[in-house]
């Protein structure tokens, strides 16, 4: 079974990582890209024993012989069943608490955990073991009478509950005889009875997802899958600032032992066209217009900051550009695979595509009529800034989509991103009646279209290539229809994907691309490529072909239906940062484009 059979709870505020046996094995606080207090999935050699394990959350069941766990339908609320050899049940409820509360959402930076028996007598034994600063230091304890306090370097950490807390304190087993719930999160008391606060909390979380799930545009045939995907993409948005981030944790590598390991609880512009077409396909306004509004907010500060020339591939989910890459050395690594990375230092690096991916993104908020917060002349204007460094250097090296540290190349993504942020640029003049600017983007646009056609297009090989005048394939390929470059019936992008899928793909899946970089070959396929792929066979036609792969590219989701950044093109075992929004979001496009039509299916 793979580490990352891992289940997911949260509140668009903080998340937690739930294993098999109903351990808390990583949670930041109090928010995504914050000090990890849980962090045991970083620091638990396989032959670790329970005594020596820390950064945990465990409530352990004395004998457990079986833990059955799923999420309640249409939530991100975990139960965990356990069963001992004598036939005792007991069953934990994980969730966040989110809900309406006097007009506004109530998501505190706070976890709850709900123990109920359910048959006979069952025992627990609750580890709570949080630590400070990536494992350095650990916290000074103090208690209370329904309370324990870990007191940290910069701030402290509370548990309330209604179970004895010397037994807790004690890591002592005890029967459970009744319903009891443990409150953890920020230092703040509990003022009211914990029992009765954690059903209510329960109560209207579950409501607030169903209702949310409801008003999802959902198709037809996968739905569970695209629910759940779903959901796991709203819990990687922090609401506060619109901010996605790209997966919840950090330095889980791409492949074994290949240093591959990386911190992605941060927001790529890259994405933000990928996230905001699944979310405007199903139908969530709200998240995709905070979004936006996170997306817009750095459009501005780039023409506050006219003197930093060229635009940071990622951000942090409060709009920060200083993401300084260090290694946390009291971490082993995941299954002792370090080392464990904080920050990350693609922040460095120019990657061009950004202009693309801030002007596709915000397009929409010129154009779709169901938003409130809707573009201007302002926006426009800050947007115009953006594509003309695009014109600037659309034809320039740089690190390209797959953020290579030591080589550079004019890659034909971020070419065609750049040429995407003019094209888009003229049809959001034309919305808004400024003829004089559609006629200039539309030419720039057309210019740039003539020089990429012909320097990305290898004849020889008779594909479009990862390179101006090269000869190596890439599977941001498979996308030059989708953004428009061309069309899907277009012979050169047929033999592109035709020969995408001669060279890269691995059974069922797809690596990024087939050279060395800075760090060997790839081991393990990117999950998203997978999807791309599936949409491009699609997109020329072989759609049987592409509804069949589609489904066996599913099998690989781990048992709560999530899926990471990488997977093991043998075995399926998946890799790298988890959960991994690139990943749901092409689950998501895939599934609506290859789904029957509700009239279809009835």
Request: glycine share 6%; net charge negative; charged share 25%.
């Amino acid at each position: 079974m793979s580490s990352l059979d891992l289940a997911v709870i949260g509140n668009c505020m903080i998340a937690a990582l739930i294993d098999r046996r109903a351990q808390i094995v990583w949670s930041c606080f109090p928010r995504f890209d914050a000090d990890p207090v849980f962090s045991a999935l970083l620091d638990s050699p396989e032959n670790r024993n329970d005594a020596d394990q820390r950064g945990v959350f465990a409530i352990d069941q004395i004998g457990m012989v079986s833990c059955e766990q799923s999420y309640l339908q249409n939530t991100a609320i975990l139960v965990s069943r356990m069963t001992d050899a004598y036939g005792n049940i007991v069953e934990i409820t994980d969730f966040a608490p989110r809900f309406k509360y006097f007009d506004r959402t109530f998501r505190p930076p706070q976890l709850i955990r709900r123990v109920n028996p359910v048959k006979g007598r069952p025992r627990i034994r609750v580890r709570l073991r949080p630590h400070y600063e990536w494992g350095a230091t650990q916290p000074n304890l103090t208690r209370g009478s329904n309370h324990l306090r870990f007191v940290g370097p910069h701030h402290s950490l509370r548990m309330t509950t209604d179970a004895s807390v010397s037994y807790v304190h004690e890591e002592r087993p005890f029967v459970v005889e009744r319903p009891m719930s443990f409150f953890f999160g920020e230092d703040e008391p509990l003022r009211s009875e914990a029992d009765a606060t954690a059903r209510e909390f329960l109560d209207k979380t579950i409501d607030f997802w169903r209702d949310w799930v409801r008003s999802l545009s959902i198709p037809f045939d996968w739905q569970e899958a695209v629910i759940r995907a779903a959901i796991t993409l709203k819990l990687c948005n922090f609401e506060e600032t619109g901010a996605i981030v790209a997966a919840l944790t950090t330095s889980v590598p791409e492949a074994p032992h290949t240093q591959r390991n990386w911190d992605y609880r941060y927001c790529w512009l890259r994405d933000a066209y990928f996230v905001i077409q699944a979310l405007n396909r199903l139908g969530t306004t709200k998240t995709m217009e905070e979004y936006l509004t996170y997306i817009t907010n750095i459009a501005d500060d780039a023409e506050a900051r006219p003197e930093q020339k060229d635009m940071p591939p990622l951000f942090s989910i409060t709009r920060s550009t200083n993401l300084e890459e260090r290694e946390a050395s009291a971490l082993a690594g995941y299954r002792g695979m370090g080392p464990v990375r904080v920050g990350n230092a693609a922040y460095t690096q120019i990657q061009n595509d950004a202009y693309g991916s801030i002007v596709l993104a915000s397009t929409h908020a010129f154009l779709d009529k169901r938003l409130i917060r809707t573009g201007n002349r302002a926006l426009f204007n800050h947007l115009e800034q953006l594509g003309q460094r695009a014109i600037e250097v659309f034809d320039q090296p740089d690190a390209g989509p797959w953020e290579l540290r030591t080589k550079a190349a004019v890659h034909t993504f971020p070419s065609v991103m750049c040429w995407a942020a003019c094209d888009r640029l003229a049809k959001i003049a034309l919305a808004m009646d400024r003829e004089d600017r559609a006629a200039f983007w539309r030419g720039q646009a057309d210019r740039m279209h003539a020089i990429i056609d012909a320097r990305a297009f290898n004849p020889g090989k008779g594909t479009f290539v990862s390179s101006f005048n090269g000869d190596d394939l890439d599977a941001t390929l498979l996308l030059l229809s989708e953004l428009n470059f061309v069309k899907p019936d277009d012979p050169r992008f047929i033999a592109t994907v035709e020969a995408v899928g001669k060279v890269l793909r691995r059974g069922d899946l797809l690596l990024r691309y087939g050279i060395e970089d800075d760090f060997g070959l790839m081991h393990n396929a990117f999950m998203i490529c997978g999807f791309w792929y599936v949409d491009a066979l699609n997109a020329i036609g072989r759609k049987q072909e592409a509804c069949e792969l589609f489904e066996r590219i599913l099998s690989l989701r781990n048992s709560f239906g999530l899926f990471s950044e990488d997977a093991d093109f043998t075995t399926g075992e998946l890799w790298g940062n988890f959960p991994q929004t690139y990943s749901m979001v092409g689950l998501i496009n895939s599934a609506v484009r290859l789904s029957r039509s509700w009239e279809e299916a009835f």
